[in-house]
């Protein structure tokens, strides 16, 4: 019996066919150059089977409308939310496709082995759909892993399931809406205003449900930033010195009316003396990093490795496709009751930097359950090592390092301490401070990215007077908000579910690409373009019920989704619901097209316009 198994990538092939074959696998040239072919023998559902592992480039199918449709100037963008669609297989794979027919027509099984996403599931059942019209009568399994090693790959080998087809239809809608509303707008937005302004006439003005949502985050942020008014206020600066110099903090923080805080300050003075009211010691905890899960190695690789989102997650798959880390997609962070831990800190005992560290879990019985978060997405385990690695090199050296001792940490205990909590009083203007003794470092140990420094205060006592060493009412003034950096981009995207896990990355490089924002100096700050602000100022002055530039809709999409692939929303409902709405907003947008040239007019020169509305009619 022949079975024919496909993987979603080149590399991931090879690592397969090496652990299925134990290493023995004969590679074959495909009919695509970067397609090759591995055949090996394998022992599946109690029979002596020849195996064939090949492999795709992502998504062989593109979606686009029908001729002439799909050229700019075939007709009105409105009429796009209506043209008929057609799913076909793009040109750059169509070798790939002539391998999965060629091969398909020899074996008898096929397995798919596709990354263990939605994505996944919807490549999945375009490879399905190319290898039975090769064969019909192929019987068709799915793998379901999250890890490349060779037990969590044998026991997917040897119990397969099958495509999850509510989750394929959910992306198969999620292409239709984007390619619908995205072609109607970026061919409204592109030809309208270039034809309005000469200096826009070299670029795609495209439009996209997550990238404009993005771009709004930072236009607003902007906004915020370039319309602050800073205020004066002031606050009372006390500082005691015995022995040890500590600060203590006004309970009001400060004030904005100078002449209330020149009464307080002056009551102080008449009678400048301190007493400890209180005297509070508890023990403390520093509490140790939650399961890594996609958007937090996001942001952690920007804000603290410098390393952009984007090319974090390029790293992270070519690690996983190597075996080095789980499946780097994931919005899980918490680890199932069975995990197991020891296995995988054992790959870890003889690493040069934190092999001790390690070794301290295992046989110092410091090992403690990591902590649980409330995200699980049932498919795959928080992002974690699987093997040790000591040659890397550059960013993808401190990619793994940083997942590595992240695992590390979840594995081990909080840290522990003991602060001691002061209030003293001083004509009735209560001062705080607090110290603090670190006991046991514990995770800190390997988490390096994160400090607890201890804080030694002066030895006082509940009752204590003292005198003030310095006693002074100062002013300060409000400093502007920042920029957006690309941790607080995601995290925002996080939270209003623009994107997943998956494609988070992928829209903030295409605001960059399109030059809707640029990253503004060494801060890596985002900074909005002229042509960003305006498309986002021109959008917001329309006047649109639901705006396009805001996260609701794409937010109420992606919840809608997550209903289709649970089974509890028809996909067509949700189809029909998104365009229907979208397509209003495109009315209004182009019957209000002066309103965004006027926006744009601000940055760039109106030059020969002639209202576009008098091309085509709505109809």
Known sequence: MRV???????????????????????????????????DFNYQFQNKSCLFTMTSIRGHIMTLDFIAPYNKWLSCQPLFLFETPVQKLVSK??????????????????????????????????????????????????????????????????????TIDI???????????????????????????????FPELDKDIISYGSCQFPTLGFIVDQYEKAKSFIPENFWYIFFSYTKQENIEF????????????????????????????????????????????????????????????SDETMMIAESLYNKGFISYPRTETDQYTPNFEFKPLIEKQLTHPQWGKFANSLISGGKFREPRKGKNNDNSHPPIHPTAQVVNLEGNSKKIYEFITRRFLACCSDDAKGSQTDFEVDIAGEIFTTSGLTIFEKNYLGVYTYEKWN???IPNLN??????????????????????????????????????????????????????????????????????????VEGYNNIGLERSLTKPLLRRQLEQQLKMVCDGSLQHERVLADSLSMYKEMFIKSFENLPILINELNKFFTLENFQNLQTRYELS
Not at 124 to 138: D, F, H, L, M, Y
Not at 167 to 194: E, Y
Not at 268 to 297: D, N, Q, R, Y
Request: net charge positive.
């Open 92 to 161: 750059e794979m169509k070798n790939v496709e002539k391998n999965l027919l060629t091969e398909a027509r020899r074996a008898q099984i096929l397995i798919i082995w596709t990354d263990c996403d939605r994505e996944g599931e919807n490549i999945g059942e375009e490879i399905a759909n190319i290898c039975k019209k090769a064969n019909s009568n192929i019987i068709v399994y799915r793998a379901k892993y999250s890890v490349v090693q060779p037990s969590h790959i044998h026991n997917a080998c040897k119990s397969p399931i």
């Open 454 to 456: 201890a804080k030694t």
């Open 249 to 308: 903090k006004w309970k009001r923080n400060k004030l904005f009316d100078y002449f209330t805080a020149v009464i307080l300050y002056e009551c102080c003075m008449t009678e400048p003396t301190a007493k400890v009211i209180l005297k509070k010691e508890k023990p403390t905890s520093k509490w140790k990093p939650l399961p890594l899960t996609t958007v937090e190695l996001q942001k952690a690789a920007s804000k603290i490795l410098k390393i952009s």
């Open 462 to 535: 509940y009752g204590e007077i003292f005198t003030p060493t310095i006693f002074e009412l100062r002013e300060g003034i409000t400093s502007a908000p920042k920029l957006l950096t690309e941790a607080e981009l995601i995290s925002l995207m996080d939270q209003n579910q623009i994107g997943t896990d998956a494609t988070i990355q992928d829209h903030i490089k295409k605001i960059l690409d399109r030059k809707y924002a640029y990253r503004e100096n060494s801060q890596q700050l985002f900074m909005p373009s002229k042509l960003g602000i305006g498309l």
């Open 4 to 38: 024919l198994c496909v993987a979603e990538k080149p590399s991931m092939a090879t690592e397969l066919s090496k652990i299925l074959s134990q290493g023995t696998a004969n590679r074959r040239d495909g009919l695509d150059q970067y397609c090759a072919n591995w």
């Open 166 to 196: 509510l989750q394929a239809q959910a992306v198969n809608i999620r292409m239709i809406i984007d390619l619908r509303i995205g072609a109607s707008l970026t061919r409204f937005q592109t030809l309208s205003l270039k034809a309005a």
